[in-house]
């Protein structure tokens, strides 16, 4: 059996990011602070995630609009756990999305959606 092969054997029994689906991750410093994100596009070591983090504005015959800029990140693997990823990139207390995170949050505020 060739390396592909087993990798894909490995993915379909565990928990994996899926395209369309929204992941929600709390920030390490405040309780209330709830990031979602998106998954757009994935390939096998890659996933595209939009949030509102990845709104950029560009100038667009002439004016100014803002654009979704999907970003891509790097979907790590642990020992036998769901897929995971740094969406805000890699930092001290970087939040740590993972693919069995997709139930909306609740805060002191109200649930997060």
């Known amino acids: 059996m060739n390396t592909e092969k ?3 054997m490995a993915i379909e029994n565990k928990t994996t990011f899926k395209v ?4 929600y991750v709390r920030s390490h410093g405040d309780w209330d602070c709830v ?12 996933v595209w995630l939009e949030s509102c983090h ?11 609009v803002s654009v979704q800029k999907p970003q891509a990140r790097r979907v790590e693997h642990y ?3 769901p ?7 890699r930092f001290a ?7 069995n995170d ?12």
């Open 102 to 113: 997709d139930k909306p949050l609740e805060t002191s505020y109200g649930t997060f959606r």
């Open 35 to 46: 990031y979602s994100f998106k998954v757009v596009r994935r390939t096998l070591k890659t």
């Open 83 to 89: 897929e995971s990823c740094s969406p805000l990139g």
């Open 93 to 99: 207390m970087s939040p740590v999305l993972c693919a």
């Open 79 to 81: 020992c036998g756990g």
């Open 6 to 8: 087993i990798r894909e």
């Open 20 to 23: 369309g689906k929204t992941y």
């Open 54 to 64: 990845s709104r950029v504005t560009e100038v667009v015959d002439g004016k100014l």
